[in-house]
């Protein structure tokens, strides 16, 4: 095998996992213009400068990892780590489409910001 793929990913997920994937794709794309990076632990979602997201199907959901110049509190963040001076990593587990909403749309548009590099003005 040359390496991973998002098919494979997907591949015996929970329909609701797939769909919540799919609407995670559709935020990113609405952004703007992105290329996945498909790994053994995620999919990782890339700007013209860096990545700044990435989603992996499991069985009860979807995880979700975004990187944004500010740590968010939030109850659907599960933990927040510094990644570099100026970035923040925050991890999520969706487990409804109803948690990607206008709020998780903006977080999705501001680490799409980082991607294309807003992190280093």
Sequence with gaps: ???WTVDE???DKPAASVALYRRFEELVASCGPYTVS???SS?????ERRGFAGARPITKGLRVYLDLQ???DDPRIHSV???TSRLFVHHLT????EQMDGEFAGWVA???AVGAGAHLS
Excluded at 43 to 47: E, L
Excluded at 94 to 97: E, F, Q, W, Y
């Design 9 to 11: 990913h997907l591949r």
């Design 43 to 47: 999919i990782t979602f890339k700007g």
């Design 1 to 3: 095998m040359t390496g």
């Design 70 to 72: 500010r740590a968010l």
């Design 81 to 83: 780590a510094p990644y």
């Design 94 to 97: 969706i487990t409804s489409p």
């Design 38 to 40: 498909p790994s053994k």
């Design 110 to 112: 501001e680490a799409y």
